[in-house]
């Protein structure tokens, strides 16, 4: 599937997920066509985490340079007790980590990743971005897709990818399952300058407070210039949307009766931007004949594992490959290879994620287990836990990174 004057993929969703889609397709010799619907392409949200298994797909899709030279590289995930403040267990992420999975481990702002992303797929002359596209809906026929807009255009293309995130408008014509569910978890997000942080607080790892129905993520971005937090909470007010505005009075209740040093981290932020978490059960249903799903419209996922971001990538790149080798005819066919190929991994991705919630957010006998199991946990031991998931996927164009290129 691999001419430049073919009719394009068209893909739905300028976020991380379709944009990497794009750049991976587009490297495959595939053209694009992508349709956002915000007037611009931006990215809201904080910092994310990037395990190896995703800096692999960010070197096949030829940004591994630029992501560099914005991301902060930490030494450790450490985990916290909210409560008492003691140490419950740390996983070195040097050069150890680095050789064993042959990619390090970072954090990144959003926004710095998505316009990699962007950058890279504007400069591709098989890449068309075009924004102020709503998706209405589609119709199929023997060899390729109409994709109707708001606007009364009619966008065809030889696919359709649905990667417009967990409130998918493809999704719902193609499954119809209705809306995600809800969580009851609240994520309050802030991102300020580390010199506004207590010099005895910062640090240069991910740190995560662990508390009874809560916890406090935090960590440098771009190359330590910024403090990243996450503060996570069970609320009543679960049906509110996102990137609002939240209430630091319902916070500070939440987090009364932390360690001092999370109450003075939490006392930095005026203002937090809010979201509602949700995710859905693992479903199969990814394809229809020339039309399949991608990322959070696929398996939208809890962010314990810090892997939402990054199983979008993967299926970008995956999705590429089973669709760079197949004829027209078989695109259908290729399309379920892809959606086989990658339904386990991110299952077991949403499912872990699931029980990562309930381990960090441990009260009473089940939180003296955390810290009793956690507390000899060497991180021989975590990178062999952590295998499957950052030994990552064979892909064409990624190469395994050097210590010394990594703590450069």
Partial sequence: MERKDQTPAVVVGGGIGGMATAL???????????????AEFSEVGAGIQVGPNVMRMLDALGVLAEIREIAFFPRTLTLMDALDGSHVTSVDLGPAFVERFGYPYATIHRADLHEVLVRACAASPLVRLETEQTVTGYDQTNDGVLVRTARGD?????????????WSTIRESLVGDG??????????????PMTE???????????????????????????????????????????????????????HAKFSGVHPNVATLLGKIEEWRMWVLRDRDPDDRWTDRRVALLGDSAHPTLQYMAQGAGMAI???????????????GEVPSALHDYAEERFSRTSRVTLTSRLFGQLFHASGAERVVRRDMLAHWSSQSAHQSFAWLYDGIDVVGARATSTEETVA
Avoid: C, K, Q
């Fill in 314 to 328: 993967e299926d970008a790149v995956v999705l590429a490959r089973t669709l760079s080798a197949s004829t027209p």
């Fill in 179 to 192: 809306e995600p569910r809800i969580t009851g978890h609240i994520a309050y997000r802030a991102v300020l």
């Fill in 24 to 38: 991976s397709l587009s490297r495959a010799g595939i053209p694009v066509h992508l349709l956002e619907r915000a």
């Fill in 197 to 251: 942080i207590p010099e005895d607080l910062r640090s240069d790892s991910v740190v995560l407070w662990a508390g009874p129905n809560l916890h406090l993520a935090h960590y440098p971005l771009r190359r330590g210039e910024l403090f990243n937090m996450g503060a996570i909470f069970h609320s009543d007010r679960f049906l509110e949307g996102a990137d609002v505005y939240g209430d630091p009075d319902e916070l």
């Fill in 154 to 166: 009619e966008v065809p293309g030889s696919v359709l990818i649905g990667a417009d995130g967990i």
